[in-house]
């Protein structure tokens, strides 16, 4: 099963990073396949740590493919981490061991500690659709320009039938990164 999560790392000098992901839920294992190069894999593999949060506010994973990673946190309890305050729940891992790829490298991880913070009372259309615009503004360099359209008019739909304030913003901020980088490949 794949959960989409923002997973929270440090690097050795204790900054955080904040990056949204799709991660493996296997049992107790947790494994998180972050392409390379990227902050998220350097900082896993120096610290050995990571904070996986669930969080319903679709703004952070919006907000954190368009530049804005300024979001709140909050100390984690087991290891040196922090965890998102936006968090539904999160789950603080342990990197047991690796598999690596030139693309994307497998880090296998086992939970330290578990905690929720609030219920999770599902995903309107409208942050589904947030979410999955997401997903193909970081694919953009990989999809073609008229399947990333098709799609965004298709989960349109569902959005202009759901969306409150939050999920707006997301979707303005994703949609004009998506424009942007579509300009950008054709120049």
């Not at 896993?44 to 506010?57: G, P």
Request: some cysteine; aromatic content about 8%; proline content about 4%.
């Amino acid at each position: 099963m794949i959960q989409e999560t923002i997973v929270t790392t440090q690097d050795a000098e204790g900054n955080t990073h904040i990056a949204p992901m799709g991660i493996h839920v296997a049992g107790d294992e947790y494994i998180i396949l972050p392409f390379k190069p990227s902050i998220t894999l350097d900082n896993i593999l120096a610290t050995k740590t990571a904070v996986i949060n669930y969080t319903d506010d679709v703004r952070v994973f919006a907000g954190c493919l368009t530049g804005r990673r300024d979001w709140p946190l909050e100390r984690a309890e087991k290891i040196d981490a922090y965890a998102l305050s936006a968090s539904l729940a999160h789950c603080e891992v342990k990197l047991t061991h690796t598999e690596d790829d030139p693309v994307r490298p497998q880090l296998f991880c086992t939970a330290v500690h578990q905690v929720n913070h609030a219920p999770f009372k599902g995903y309107n259309r409208a942050q589904f659709s947030v979410l999955e615009a997401a997903i193909l503004l970081s694919r953009v360099t990989r999809l073609s320009a008229a399947k990333i359209n098709t799609e965004l008019e298709y989960l349109h739909i569902g959005f202009n039938k759901t969306a409150g304030p939050n999920e707006r913003e997301a979707w303005e901020w994703i949609t004009r990164a998506i424009e942007q980088k579509l300009r950008e490949s054709v120049n």
